[in-house]
């Protein structure tokens, strides 16, 4: 379709170009160190034309968690379960079963335990399932990123075509030892796999490690490297414990075409991950909202209708005394776009020595849309 388009110099354009992966000195340059001839002009697509193409989109290997065509980064503490994870997600996907719930599209799948002999995984494979697949492979040696890994890559998916999930365990081995931790080499490292994931329309499931210092603003930026990992990578995934001893994990998932979500999972007695509660990003922003917020939306929207005052006689008006009057006024203003999607416009201005809150329902808001805030919210005297 894109060469009866755009011709088959674009075409050839294309072709030359994706052969080249993102810092692959072997490709990118000649033996007498020139860059191979590329076409002189830019062939751009008009914004009007790409609107209205017709292009394949990414499948869901397992649904609103993990699709094709991207570069997935698991990462999460030494020995705490990241590599269990990835082998009931390798089943998963090779048998077409549910994934913690979340419906599975089944194709073939490579596991490379670069860190575990063949009895180790084996008797991990033996705590999933009693019966398993043989589209589901294992392999412990392979070269590394420099040195052929792509190319490794390319005669296994061509000899394989069905296969949609490589799993890496880990990222290190394939980058082997003294890489630096600068950003760029961590950039291109990881553009290499993306092309090779891009070019082939699977997914490229990267494990590797957090850091020891952890920051709680922000769980992905924990993962071990520099920003480039996470600047490269389509999607991220975090499976952190509040503390080392505690029986339940948290594993975050962000990326570009993956909705933000939590699953709040633990380990039975044969190691197995089960599912707990799994929470939608919005529920995840709902979570970070103060109770004393819901029960502000919740009194204008079933009580009052409108208020005007200050933020110390909204909690005398509510009955809260567990937050202070400033507090609540910071809390305001820190929540008002999640209260003005949930029915309540926010206002302040200051009048002599004191701030009026004003709080007033949106009118456009179907009360319909406001649903659950009153439920967990706690109701005013």
């Known amino acids: 379709m894109y060469e009866k388009q755009y011709g088959a110099e674009t075409q ?40 209205e193409m017709t292009l394949s989109e990414p499948e869901w290997l397992v649904d609103k968690l993990l699709c094709t065509e991207s570069l997935c980064v698991l990462a999460s503490a030494p ?21 913690f719930g979340y419906e599975t599209r089944k194709a073939s799948v490579l596991y490379l335990a670069l860190e575990d002999r063949f009895n180790r995984v084996r008797h991990r494979l033996w705590s999933i399932a009693d019966e398993l697949s043989d589209d589901f492979e294992i392999e412990t040696k392979i070269l ?16 394989k075509p069905d296969t949609k999930l490589f799993i890496i365990d880990t990222l290190q081995v394939v980058r082997g030892e003294g890489n630096d931790c ?23 499931l990267v494990l590797t490690h957090l850091r020891k210092m952890f920051s709680k603003a922000d769980v992905f930026t924990n993962i071990t490297g520099t920003n480039g990992i996470s600047g490269a990578s389509d999607q991220m995934m975090v499976l952190r414990k509040k503390k080392r001893t505690a029986p339940e994990s948290i594993l975050d998932i962000t990326g570009r075409d993956v909705p933000d979500t939590r699953l ?17 990003d919005e529920e995840l922003t709902a979570s970070e ?3 004393c917020i819901k029960t502000v939306v919740s009194y204008i929207l079933n009580d009052a209708k409108q208020w005007s005052g200050t933020a110390s006689e909204l909690l005398d008006k509510l009955g809260l005394d567990n937050v202070t ?20 416009e926010y206002s302040y201005k200051r009048a002599s020595a004191a701030r009026i809150v004003t709080l007033t329902p949106v009118t456009e808001i179907d009360p319909a849309d406001t649903g659950s805030v009153d439920i967990d919210a706690p109701r005013p005297n």
């Open 289 to 291: 909202v103060p109770d």
């Open 144 to 159: 590394e990123l420099s040195n052929g890994l792509i190319d490794e890559l390319d005669e296994y998916i061509a000899r």
């Open 79 to 99: 020995k705490a379960g990241k590599s269990y994870l990835a082998l009931q997600l390798g089943h998963a996907v090779s048998t077409g079963t549910p994934f």
């Open 182 to 204: 600068h950003y760029s080499s961590d950039y291109g490292d990881i553009r290499k796999l993306k092309a090779f994931s891009d070019e082939h329309k699977v997914c490229l």
């Open 264 to 280: 709040k999972l633990r380990r039975n007695n044969n190691g197995l991950w089960e599912l707990i509660e799994s929470f939608t």
């Open 12 to 51: 050839e354009y294309l072709s030359c170009t994706s052969s080249l992966r993102p810092n692959d000195k072997s490709n990118a340059t000649s033996g007498t160190g020139h860059k191979p001839k590329l076409p002189m002009h830019i062939n751009g697509i008009g914004a009007q034309t790409l609107a």
């Open 325 to 344: 009057p400033s507090v609540l006024g910071k809390f305001l203003a820190q929540h008002a776009d999640w209260m003005r999607e949930h029915g309540v």
